[in-house]
Nanobody, 115 residues
Framework: QVQLVESGGGLVQAGGSLRLSCAAS????????MGWYRQAPGNPREVVAF???????FHAESVKGRFTISRDIAKNTVYLAMNSLRPDDTAVYYC?????????WGQGTQVIVSS
């Protein structure tokens, strides 16, 4: 199994920045895909960004140009730098990993963007 530990959520004003971290218990080079989803109240969970083993990244259109996913291989950690935050970015953000054909999820971290 892969354990995912998230940190970095919180309350921020619109236009501000936050950085989320997700530390994995396995080498992230063994994880096929790792990234972030989010879920706002009353909405389905949606993909935000992910990074593959090869370092190829994907960002959802809604966050492109504002959020950036990156990784530190030595620390087995993936980051999500979130800039120019908007109130509609408010959600619980979940770290996600696809490892050996199985999905793993973190416990979620709350991000609240006030207007």
């Amino acid at each position: 199994q892969v354990q995912l530990v998230e940190s970095g959520g919180g309350l921020v004003q619109a236009g501000g920045s936050l950085r989320l971290s997700c530390a994995a218990s396995e080498s992230i080079l063994s994880i096929s895909r790792m990234g972030w989803y989010r879920q706002a109240p009353g909405n389905p969970r949606e993909v935000v960004a992910f990074i593959s083993t090869r370092g190829i990244t994907f960002h959802a259109e809604s966050v492109k140009g504002r959020f950036t996913i990156s990784r530190d291989i030595a620390k087995n950690t993936v980051y999500l730098a979130m800039n120019s935050l908007r109130p509609d970015d408010t959600a619980v953000y979940y770290c996600y990993a696809l490892w050996q054909l199985t999905d793993y999820w973190g416990q979620g971290t709350q991000v609240i963007v006030s207007s």
